[in-house]
């Protein structure tokens, strides 16, 4: 017999699951309170690195579902979500996202589904990154400076206090830098 767990996921410590459990009980799953994985992660750590995930991949066996609200409570980006998919697949474990109207992901036409939406997000990526690379052509023909400002005078502040026998720590304190903008700043001349 087939037992149903759910995983919740939000992001901050400032949201709350409870929406989502709500939402899997209106949509006529009964999912038993030991069987609800909740946790307070960011979604672009990989699922099998997160705490509650591993906790949940361990209890779950060959016949079980899984349930999640939406696609992005797995991972942030359509290929650790197809893996992720894919994983519990193999693990004989049938994964439904209520926001695609329950269909069960690993299923005919749920590995469509998930076809369709990584086509789509890579087209998306793709179009992003030719966004971008056109928007820094644009700006360097306007002879716009890309990249990092310049630091004006931290150089020299730092070699004065170098010049003082201070070591790079004290340096970073007293000028409120971090370690790695003091050693950048230490040995030029």
Not at 13 to 27: C, D, M, R, Y
Not at 121 to 149: H, M, N, S, V
Request: glycine share 8%; net charge positive; hydrophobic share 40%.
């Amino acid at each position: 017999m087939s037992r149903t767990f759910l995983y919740c996921r939000v992001s901050t410590s400032t949201q709350f699951t409870e929406n989502q459990v709500q939402e899997v009980k209106a949509a006529g799953f009964d999912v038993q309170s030991s069987r609800v994985i909740e946790e307070t992660i960011s979604g672009s750590i990989a699922a099998t690195e997160r705490p509650g995930f591993q906790k949940l991949l361990e209890r779950m066996e060959n016949g079980d579902v899984l349930i999640v609200t939406k696609l992005d409570r797995l991972g942030r980006n359509a290929m650790d979500v197809r893996q992720t998919v894919e994983n519990l697949a193999a693990m004989g474990i049938r994964v439904h996202c209520l926001a695609l109207g329950g269909v069960d992901l690993t299923s005919a036409a749920g590995k469509m589904t998930m076809q369709v939406l990584g086509a789509v997000a890579e087209f998306e990526r793709d179009l992003l990154i030719e966004r971008t690379q056109q928007g820094l052509i644009r700006a360097k023909a306007e002879g716009k400076k890309l990249g990092r400002p310049e630091a004006t005078n931290t150089t020299a502040v730092v070699q004065r206090l170098k010049a003082q026998d201070k070591t790079q720590a004290q340096t970073a304190s007293e000028l409120g830098l971090g370690i790695a903008t003091v050693k950048r700043h230490w040995n030029k001349a």
